[in-house]
C-alpha cells in the first residue's frame, strides 16, 4: 500500500462506521485482485476501492444537503433512492478531501452503484468488487457471480445488475435508469 493510500485508509477509519470500514477494505482488495485479472491498473482500483464509499459516513439527509452546498446536481432517481447519492458525493470527496485528481478513478467511484453502458474496466472493476466482496451478506446469485468474475467480467455485470432490478421491484422499490441501461447493454447477446 502506498503512503498516499495508507493515510488515507487511516482517515476513513476514523470517519466511517465499522461495518462500513470493513467492506471499504474488503472492496479496496477485490478490486486489486481483479485489476491483477484483467490487466488494469492496480493502484488506481485499489484507491478507487478505498474511496468508492467515502461519501457514505453521514446519512442521506446529510449527503443531500451536502450536495446542495457542493452544487453536485441530482437527479430524480437519486433523490427517490438516496442510497444512490453517497457515489457523486464521494467523487466529489475524494477529489476535494483526498486530493484524487485521476478523473478514471473520480468516475469510477461515481458510477460504483449502477453501473453504466460502455464501462471502462476500472468502472467495471469497481462495480462489481462493491457487489462481491468478501464481506458482503449471501444475497441470491452472489455464489453465482464470485465463481464468474474472474472469467467472464461483463457476465458478471449483467448479472448483478439484473438480480439488483429484480430484488428492487420485487421490494416495491424505484429503480433507476442507469442500473436498467447498465443490465440492457451488457445482457449476454443472443444469436
Avoid at 129 to 158: H, M, Q, S, T
Wanted: contains cysteine.
Amino acid at each position: 500500500m502506498t503512503e498516499r493510500a495508507e493515510k488515507i485508509k487511516k482517515e476513513l477509519f476514523k470517519k466511517l462506521k465499522k461495518e462500513r470500514f470493513e467492506h471499504t477494505v474488503g472492496v479496496m482488495y477485490t478490486a486489486a485482485s481483479l485489476a491483477m485479472c484483467y490487466g488494469a491498473d492496480m493502484e488506481k482500483a485499489f484507491l478507487a476501492g478505498l474511496l468508492h464509499d467515502c461519501g457514505k459516513y453521514c446519512p442521506p439527509k446529510e449527503q443531500i444537503r451536502l450536495c446542495d452546498k457542493y452544487g453536485i446536481h441530482l437527479t430524480e432517481s437519486e433523490l427517490k433512492m438516496p442510497a444512490l447519492i453517497h457515489a457523486k458525493l464521494g467523487a466529489f470527496l475524494a477529489e476535494h478531501e483526498y486530493g484524487i485528481t485521476d478523473r478514471e478513478i473520480l468516475d469510477a467511484i461515481t458510477c460504483h452503484t449502477t453501473g453504466r453502458p460502455g464501462m471502462t474496466m476500472l468502472e467495471k472493476i469497481l462495480y462489481i468488487a462493491d457487489y462481491i466482496e468478501p464481506n458482503r451478506r449471501e444475497i441470491p446469485g452472489l455464489k453465482e457471480i464470485r465463481a464468474i468474475v474472474f472469467e467472464d467480467i461483463d457476465r458478471a455485470i449483467y448479472l448483478s445488475a439484473s438480480r439488483t432490478l429484480q430484488y428492487l421491484k420485487e421490494s416495491g422499490k424505484e429503480t433507476d435508469s442507469l442500473t436498467a441501461g447498465t443490465c440492457e447493454y451488457y445482457k449476454p447477446q443472443q444469436f
